[in-house]
T-cell receptor, first 114, second 114 residues
Framework: DVKVTQSSRYLVKRTGEKVFLECVQDMDHENMFWYRQDPGLGLRLIYFSYDVKMKEKGDIPEGYSVSREKKERFSLILESASTNQTSMYLC?????????????FGDGTRLSIL | GNSVTQMEGPVTLSEEAFLTINCTYTATGYPSLFWYVQYPGEGLQLLLKATKADDKGSNKGFEATYRKETTSFHLEKGSVQVSDSAVYFCALSDPDSSASKIIFGSGTRLSIRP
């Protein structure tokens, strides 16, 4: 089974801090994704990566950046955290870029910005 | 553009009732269709998928049939259990994108009464 591991289940940070969310997958998947999930808004794609050091903006990239230095690890960075970034963050991966590949999700990080 | 519309929740049923959660889609080309489930406090799990018209995906007693003529992928289960209480997401593979992007519906919360 694919295992996608997010480093923290719960995280509390302060406004203005630089925040790192880490995600690791163990199945040599090419693609990795970061979403945020908010009540009534469903899942919204922040950034994704289709190869090491490659990234593309999703639907809501503002205020975020990402890093993929190794194939198995994809980091989401909040450059200067703000209260409107309080949310559930979900990481996912998929095997290849072929259309129709399912994504496999981690358990999520619930981030609170105070 | 490509999109997914699913019935709004919450849906509340008694144990052993029949379940239908409606899902319709708009897409160019021939997307793959998915149902994901999110149990409380967890990430999303792939429940079932279908890759072409008239395919039926099934898992854990749930079924959905890819209907191209009605652009639908309704989720059904003949007899629900309390353990089926979760949020269910209909989704499609984005045929216009790279990196196996998936477009998610807004989710339907299902609660099953004992």
């Amino acid at each position: 089974d694919v295992k996608v591991t997010q480093s923290s289940r719960y995280l509390v940070k302060r406004t203005g801090e630089k925040v790192f969310l880490e995600c690791v997958q163990d199945m040599d998947h090419e693609n990795m994704f970061w979403y945020r999930q908010d009540p009534g808004l469903g899942l919204r794609l922040i950034y994704f990566s289709y190869d090491v050091k490659m990234k593309e903006k999703g639907d809501i990239p503002e205020g975020y950046s990402v890093s993929r230095e190794k194939k198995e690890r994809f980091s989401l960075i909040l450059e200067s955290a703000s209260t409107n970034q309080t949310s559930m963050y979900l990481c996912a991966s998929s095997l290849t870029s072929r259309v129709g590949q399912p994504q496999h999700f981690g358990d999520g990080t619930r981030l609170s910005i105070l | 553009g490509n999109s997914v519309t699913q019935m709004e929740g919450p849906v509340t049923l008694s144990e052993e009732a029949f379940l239908t959660i409606n899902c319709t889609y708009t897409a160019t080309g021939y997307p793959s269709l998915f149902w994901y489930v999110q149990y409380p406090g967890e990430g999303l799990q792939l429940l079932l998928k279908a890759t072409k018209a008239d395919d039926k995906g099934s898992n854990k007693g749930f079924e959905a049939t890819y209907r191209k003529e009605t652009t639908s992928f309704h989720l059904e289960k003949g007899s629900v259990q309390v353990s089926d209480s979760a949020v269910y997401f209909c989704a499609l593979s984005d045929p216009d994108s790279s990196a196996s992007k998936i477009i998610f519906g807004s989710g339907t919360r299902l609660s099953i009464r004992p």
